[in-house]
T-cell receptor
Framework: AQSVTQLGSHVSVSEGALVLLRCNYSSSVPPYLFWYVQYPNQGLQLLLKYTTGATLVKGINGFEAEFKKSETSFHLTKPSAHMSDAAEYFCAVSEGYGGSQGNLIFGKGTKLSVKP | EAQVTQNPRYLITVTGKKLTVTCSQN?????MSWYRQDPGLGLRQIYY???????DKGDVPEGYKVSRKEKRNFPLILESPSPNQTSLYFC?????????????FGPGTRLTVL
């Protein structure tokens, strides 16, 4: 069964610093991986996803993530943090593979704080 | 505008009083799902539906019911709410439920059971 581990429930960075949020997954099949962001008092919004092809995936708001099969990781990065990036970030893996349907398995989330 | 809507957004109720949280999507999506979000636990799936009249249990279904009579609607029913169901609830939908699909989330319903 698939699972997701997000290292660090809270991460704090200074404005302009590198953002690195860690995600490791476990999957018996080639995974489909997602990062979602939740701003305060809002629902989740897709940042980016990896399905197949290029392992470096670019998303919205300057975020990107790299799928590393050998490390079973899908870490999220942004070169320069902005105050508006303060939010909670969720990594997820899909149970579906190929043409099959499947549910999303979420990590427990990482809350990002950005200091001025 | 393509969206998932939930009502109510906030609800305070008492133990045992039946309630329904509505969810509706206007994207003609086949797949719909309910999650609850609790601090330190992330999102846990309650129920999901692959299509009309097809529903199945997620990871934490106890105490909840759902129905899918129409494609666009997927209400969550708490027949006899208890304080441990105090949580933030999200409805989500996707085109087909396939592994590559993006799920679109509603704004959330914050439920407090006294």
């Amino acid at each position: 069964a698939q699972s997701v581990t997000q290292l660090g429930s809270h991460v704090s960075v200074s404005e302009g610093a590198l953002v690195l949020l860690r995600c490791n997954y476990s999957s018996s099949v080639p995974p489909y991986l997602f990062w979602y962001v939740q701003y305060p008092n809002q629902g989740l919004q897709l940042l980016l996803k990896y399905t197949t092809g290029a392992t470096l995936v670019k998303g919205i708001n300057g975020f990107e993530a790299e799928f590393k099969k050998s490390e079973t990781s899908f870490h999220l990065t942004k070169p320069s943090a902005h105050m508006s990036d303060a939010a909670e970030y969720f990594c997820a893996v899909s149970e579906g593979y190929g043409g099959s349907q499947g549910n999303l398995i979420f990590g427990k989330g990482t809350k990002l704080s950005v200091k001025p | 505008e393509a969206q998932v809507t939930q009502n109510p957004r906030y609800l305070i109720t008492v133990t045992g009083k039946k309630l329904t949280v509505t969810c509706s999507q206007n994207m003609n999506h086949e797949y719909m799902s309910w999650y609850r979000q609790d601090p330190g636990l992330g999102l846990r799936q309650i129920y999901y539906s692959m299509n009309v009249e097809v529903t199945d249990k997620g990871d934490v279904p106890e105490g909840y019911k759902v129905s899918r009579k129409e494609k666009r609607n997927f209400p969550l029913i708490l027949e006899s709410p208890s304080p441990n169901q105090t949580s933030l609830y999200f409805c989500a939908s996707s085109l087909s439920g396939y592994g590559t699909d993006t799920q679109y989330f509603g704004p959330g319903t914050r439920l407090t059971v006294l």
